[in-house]
């Protein structure tokens, strides 16, 4: 049981610290979002890119507990890309569909890119 409190730990610290640091690079909250949130973009693709790393280093559990899930699962939530693509194919549907792909396929190649 002490185990599991240990973890809970780590994924909670790794996701306070995940969430600052996205919201530092976003502005934090109440900032007008850019036409295009370019952002977000960034954080999505560095985090497929730091997500492919760990798992090449074959990290340990609680590593992969505090930085994979904790740190990168909060630096890159994906309710973040929903809303901010929804906006997006609301007011350009073809800018939406655009950007929805550009960061699913820039988020892919960056994974593959530290796997090779």
Known sequence: MA??????????AGGFVGTLARAALLGGLGVTPPAVPWPT??????????????????????????????????WTTFSTLAVEADRLLV?????GVVYA????????????????
Request: overall charge positive; charged content about 15%; glycine content about 10%.
């Open 3 to 12: 185990e599991r409190a240990v973890e809970l730990a780590l994924v909670a």
């Open 41 to 74: 973009l960034l954080v999505y693709v560095s985090g497929a890119l730091a997500r492919a790393v760990l798992v090449r280093l074959s990290a340990g559990r609680r590593a992969r507990l505090l930085l994979g899930t904790g740190v990168l699962g909060a």
């Open 91 to 95: 007011a350009r549907p073809l800018a």
């Open 101 to 116: 792909l550009v960061t699913v396929v820039a988020g892919l190649a960056a994974a593959q890119l530290a796997r090779a």
